[in-house]
Each structure stands twice: as C-alpha cells, then as structure tokens.
C-alpha cells in the first residue's frame, strides 16, 4: 500500500498563475513532511518541509497548507515561473525514523 | 563544487555481473542513506546509515550490500545483478539522523541492467 499518494499526476500553468499541488497520506504517525524538486538528470532537492504540529508554511512563492484531520497537504506555488518546471515530491517521514516515504510526484510545466 | 558525489553517472552491466556505486558527500554529516528510483516505482528508500553503522535496511534482497569504509563513505554493492534491479540510486546524507533531518541528495547513478 503506498503510504503517500500525489495528484494531479501532471500539471501545466502558465507563467503568473498559481499551481497547486496536493498530497495525502495514510499513516498517522508521520510527523514531518518535506516537498522536493527534481530537474531531469539531477537527484531530489528540499524545497520547503512542515511539520504536523503547523498548518501552514510559507517560502516565498512556495506555500505548504497541511490538514492533520484529513492527512492531507498542497503545495501552492505562486507567480509560477518557467524555472519552475520540474517534478514535485510530497513526502513524510515518521518520529524517530529516518525513512522518507516519497509520492509518485507532480510534473509541472510552466508555460511562458 | 559537488558537495555530494556520486559515481558513476551511468552504468550498464549484464545479467548476473557485479558492480558498485560509490558515494562521498562533504557536507561534514553524520548519517547517510540509499533510496532507488525506477520507472515504475516512487522513490524508494533502501538503507541508512549513523556513524558507520546500519540503521534501518529496507531491501529484501541481500544482493544488496552497503559498504562504510569512511565516515563520509558510502558504496553499495550489487551482486547477481537482474533487469528488475534497472534503476536510478540516489545516495543521500544529514547531519544527523533524527527525524527533523534535512537530508541531501546526490546526482544519482543511472543503472541499466541488461
């Protein structure tokens, strides 16, 4: 059973707009969740990660909005840029584990 | 300059070889990890490690096979390798293991097994 899941699968914007990305996840205990970026041909690099004792987290552009009750998460990125394209990772992690449980990912595209 | 390095970039080996993917960070950490991904697959986490020491193995197979020799040091060897095995492996590191952990990622080697 996948522990996190991601949708939408794929997702195009255009430059300025807002993309949201959204995450759900099943096991209660986990306690931290970190978003990644991915460029092809390049490894996972944090963006912006929060933990289940927030419900929002704001980077700049990026915003993470977390819902316990619901074990479920977005990422809102704002004014999205072309720079923005790439792959998008909601993952979570539980207390006390070093284990990272990763989504299947987002692929966004920005169009100028 | 890379502060995790991976190598090498692309691999390709036969059915039932042999091979090591090396990995070195200089971020100065304290726990490193492996985690795989494939196409059919999320990101999968496989090992990691404290101070030299295995902490938590998610793989089955035992033809899987991490290797510390340095504190910033870690390989992983691959025996009898299969097709399934056809992945990108990721290497990682934090500075310490706890659960807040940020943890960085390598570039990645690209297996092909044929």
């Known amino acids: 059973q996948q522990q996190v899941r991601q949708s939408p699968q794929s997702l195009t914007v255009w430059e300025g707009e807002t993309a949201i990305l959204n995450c759900s996840y099943e096991?209660?205990?986990?306690?931290?969740f970190p978003w990644y970026q991915q460029f092809p041909g390049e490894g996972p690099a944090l963006l912006i990660s929060?933990?289940?004792?927030?419900d929002k987290k704001e980077d700049g552009r990026f915003t993470i909005f977390f819902n316990k009750r619901e074990k479920k998460l977005s990422l809102h990125i704002t004014d999205s840029q072309p720079g923005d394209s790439a792959t998008y990772f909601c993952?979570?992690?539980?207390?006390?584990?070093?284990?990272?449980?990763f989504g299947d990912g987002t692929q966004l595209v920005v169009k100028p | 300059d890379p502060k995790i390095i991976q190598k090498p970039k692309y691999l390709v080996a036969v059915t039932g070889s042999e091979k090591i993917l090396i990995c070195e960070q200089y971020?100065?950490?304290?726990?490193m990890y492996w985690y795989r991904q494939s196409a059919k697959k999320p990101l999968e986490f496989m090992f990691s490690?404290?101070?030299?020491?295995?902490?938590d193995n998610q793989t089955a197979s035992s033809r899987f096979q991490p290797q510390s020799s340095k504190k910033n040091h870690l390989d992983l060897q691959i025996t009898a390798l299969k097709p399934d095995d056809s992945a990108t492996y990721f290497c990682?590191?934090?500075?310490?293991?706890?659960?807040?952990?940020?943890?960085?990622f390598g570039p990645g080697t690209r297996l092909t097994v044929l």
């Open positions: 490690y404290s101070y030299q020491k295995l902490m």
């Open positions: 993952a979570a992690k539980e207390n006390n584990n070093n284990r990272i449980f």
């Open positions: 971020l100065g950490h304290n726990a």
């Open positions: 929060i933990s289940s004792v927030s």
């Open positions: 096991d209660s205990t986990f306690n931290y």
């Open positions: 990682a590191s934090s500075r310490t293991g706890g659960s807040y952990a940020e943890q960085f």
